[in-house]
């Protein structure tokens, strides 16, 4: 039998591979092999609707039979523990050597821990997976004092989550503001601002000295100049690292993510990687970057299903991200790092508003809050590659759309 392309990693990135090189035409055998036992869901939710009712079910990303009716054989509780590229084979957990022809790695990215708490404590816990939230789910049903250690999206999600679940929450962050490596100033003051009125406590510029436990439980954290923190439950939100394990045991460049071209193939041509791993130089602001988004694993999937079935064009699709923190919607388009002047419009009374970027008078990034139409006008203003006068900036969703209009008409 023909060797089979084989996924490897079965969330947003590998689901949607499949998906792609069936539009693309491809009609080989396709094995899409993955960790989780459970098929391909949306984590989205995990941080936000799952949390807050117990009797919420993980969402698909597709039925069952849309693996079975486009012939995409699924390995589920099957994980790749080797590739090797000379027999050009993986080797799987249940014992399985299997060859490919093509090999795509989508093995997303692992939560990072925390030294001062790796003593096995049972109500320390992260988030990245299905397991890792029904575990969260039940651990937060019996607590009252939790405590969030990082002040970035998933950590202020879940804030906010159990803030609005009645639970004392405190967010000890180390940096000086929140999702800081993400937002400007303005928005994450403005975050600041609505979790202490959601009574979240926050804590920033602050850093986990210990930890006081008894019986293999976190009883309190210990932060510098502050005193102890009760803690019934303890969540660890200090951000990924790319699982890059069995691509650097394979001998592949690994760098913040597996090293990849602009067509998302390694240095090995019959091995691409893509998603939350993937480390490659974004076309639309020419530096390397590796990128945690659904967006990005979805049109790495395209892109990646389109290098195999035979077009090639260097991956520049515009970025873009949400979150969902209580009752503000952040949407970010672009990239604003490096961006040297920021025009905020809208009202943060109202929590409506934009911050929009620039780099030397080039429009590259577009942060929104609770302003979903100008969040989507920009998407395409970005794509386009078009600045807006200030005028139409400031004039909202409907300035915007007469900037696109504009160049629309002008065919650009
Ligand atoms: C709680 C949560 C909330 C989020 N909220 C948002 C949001 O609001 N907006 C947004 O844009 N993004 C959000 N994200 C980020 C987004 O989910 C990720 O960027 C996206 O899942 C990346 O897709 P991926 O396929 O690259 O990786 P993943 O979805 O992590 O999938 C990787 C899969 O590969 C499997 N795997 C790894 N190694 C192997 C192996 N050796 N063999 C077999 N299988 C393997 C893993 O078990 C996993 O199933 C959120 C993430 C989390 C965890």
Same mark, same amino acid.
């Given at each position: 039998m023909n060797k089979p392309l084989i996924v490897i990693g079965g969330?947003?990135?590998?689901?949607?591979?499949?998906?792609?090189?069936?539009?693309?035409?491809?009609?080989?055998?396709?094995?899409?092999?993955?960790?989780?036992?459970?098929?391909?869901?949306?984590?989205?939710?995990?941080?936000?609707?799952?949390?807050?009712?117990?009797?919420?079910?993980?969402?698909?990303?597709?039925?069952?039979?849309?693996y079975s009716d486009n012939a995409i054989e699924l390995a589920l509780g099957q994980t790749v523990e080797r590739i090797d590229t000379h027999?050009?084979?993986?080797?799987?957990?249940?014992?399985?050597?299997l060859g490919y022809s093509t090999a795509v790695l989508a093995t997303g990215a692992?939560?990072?821990?925390? %030294? &001062?708490?790796?003593?096995?404590?049972?109500?320390?816990?992260?988030?990245?997976? #299905?397991?890792? +939230?029904n575990a969260l789910r039940d651990a937060a049903a019996d607590a009252n004092d939790i405590v969030v250690i990082g002040g970035g999206f998933i950590g202020m999600e879940l804030a906010f989550t159990f803030a609005g679940l009645s639970k004392n929450v405190t967010v000890l962050e180390a940096a000086p503001r929140l999702v800081g490596r993400a937002v400007a100033p303005v928005v994450s003051d403005h975050?600041?601002?609505?979790?202490?009125?959601?009574?979240?406590?926050?804590v920033t510029d602050t850093a986990i000295e210990a930890?006081?436990?008894?019986?293999?439980?976190?009883?309190?954290?210990?932060v510098k100049d502050q005193a102890p923190v009760p803690a019934d439950l303890?969540?660890?939100?200090?951000?990924?690292?790319?699982?890059?394990?069995?691509?650097? %045991? &394979?001998?592949?460049?690994?760098?913040?993510?597996?090293?990849?071209?602009?067509? #998302?193939?390694? +240095?090995n041509a019959d091995i691409l990687a893509i998603g939350d791993c993937a480390n490659y130089r974004h076309g639309l602001i020419d530096r390397k970057v590796r990128l945690e988004s659904v967006q990005n694993a979805t049109d790495h999937a395209k892109h990646a299903a389109r290098t195999i079935t035979g077009t090639l064009r260097a991956y520049d699709d515009v970025p873009w991200f949400w979150s969902d923190m209580g009752d503000t919607k952040i949407q970010m388009v672009g990239v604003s790092f490096g961006a040297d002047e920021h025009i905020l419009t809208g009202n943060r009374e109202d929590n409506a508003f934009s911050v929009f970027h620039l780099s030397a008078g080039k429009l590259v990034a577009v942060d929104s809050i609770n302003q979903p139409a100008v969040?989507?006008?920009?998407?395409?203003?970005?794509? &386009?590659?078009?600045t807006p006068q200030p005028h139409e900036m400031t004039g909202g969703a409907e300035g915007l759309k007469q900037a696109y209009k504009a160049i629309s008409d002008a065919g650009r």
């Open positions: 969330g947003h990135a590998g689901a949607q591979m499949g998906a792609s090189l069936r539009q693309e035409g491809y009609d080989g055998r396709i094995v899409l092999i993955s960790a989780e036992d459970t098929l391909p869901y949306h984590k989205p939710p995990l941080s936000k609707a799952f949390q807050k009712d117990p009797a919420t079910q993980p969402q698909v990303l597709r039925a069952e039979g849309f027999d050009r084979t993986v080797s799987l957990s249940d014992g399985r050597k692992k939560a990072r821990s925390i %030294e &001062a708490l790796d003593g096995g404590f049972t109500n320390c816990l992260s988030l990245r997976t #299905l397991a890792d +939230a975050m600041h601002a609505r979790a202490q009125t959601a009574g979240i406590r926050i930890v006081d436990g008894n019986a293999g439980r976190i009883t309190a954290v210990r303890v969540i660890v939100g200090v951000g990924v690292d790319a699982d890059n394990r069995i691509a650097r %045991e &394979a001998g592949l460049a690994c760098e913040n993510g597996i090293a990849v071209d602009d067509h #998302l193939r390694t +240095a969040h989507m006008i920009s998407r395409r203003l970005i794509a &386009a590659g078009h």
